[in-house]
Structure formats: C-alpha cells, structure tokens
Nanobody
Framework: QVQLVESGGGLVQAGGSLRLSCAAS??????MGWFRQAPGKEREFVAA????????YFADSVRGRFTISRDNAKNTVYLQMSSLKPEDTAIYYC?????????????????WGQGTQVTVSS
C-alpha cells in the first residue's frame, strides 16, 4: 500500500523559513513534488524533482526562495522554504508520479499525501 506522509508545517513570520518533509512508503517514484492550496483557490504546483535529483522544477512564484531535494535511501522528498511571504499560506500537499516526464498538472500525479498547513503571518 502506497502512502505519502507530510510533516514540517506550522506558523512562521514573514521572512522566516520552514522545511517540509514527505516520506513515501510502498514503492518509489520517478517524480515527487509539492502542490499547495490556499482557501478559495485551486491547487497549484510548487515544485517537483526527478529520481536523480538533476531535474528540479519550480513555480515562478517560489523560484529562488524554495528548494526541493530528495533522499532516495529514505524515499523522502523535502521542500525548504525561505523568505516566506503571507501569500505562501496554504495547505501543502506532497505528490508522487510514476511517469518519467515532469509535469505541473495535478491530475498527472498518482498519489497524494494528506496535506500539511503552512501559515505565514505578516
């Protein structure tokens, strides 16, 4: 049974940092990534990373502030968030994809975590 379990969310002041973790169990995936959903908004792509770690992709809104990495031995992906802004407030979801091509389409990801709340105060 495949499970994705996120951790690391919380409350932080603007300009601060948080690191999210997502541990996968049951199998490995070529691509793992993060999406987020703010109240009243659609789920949006944040970042994704390939198995090798060479391919890393970011939404324009977070590029330069967020980094993504993975530890394949632990089957875990991390999202390091820095210079956080109030507009980064959302539920952050880990997602995993079998396919070998990167995509920012949420419907192309095969498994999802339960989400972790990130709140950035001004």
């Amino acid at each position: 049974q495949v499970q994705l379990v996120e951790s690391g969310g919380g409350l932080v002041q603007a300009g601060g940092s948080l690191r999210l973790s997502c541990a996968a169990s049951g199998r490995t995936f070529e691509f793992m990534g993060w999406f987020r959903q703010a109240p009243g908004k659609e789920r949006e792509f944040v970042a994704a990373i390939s198995w090798s770690g060479v391919g890393a992709y970011f939404a324009d809104s977070v590029r330069g502030r967020f980094t993504i990495s993975r530890d394949n031995a632990k089957n875990t992906v991390y999202l390091q968030m820095s210079s956080l802004k109030p507009e980064d407030t959302a539920i952050y979801y880990c997602a995993a994809r079998y396919g070998s091509m990167w995509t920012m389409r949420a419907t192309s990801y095969d498994y999802w975590g339960q989400g972790t709340q990130v709140t950035v105060s001004s």
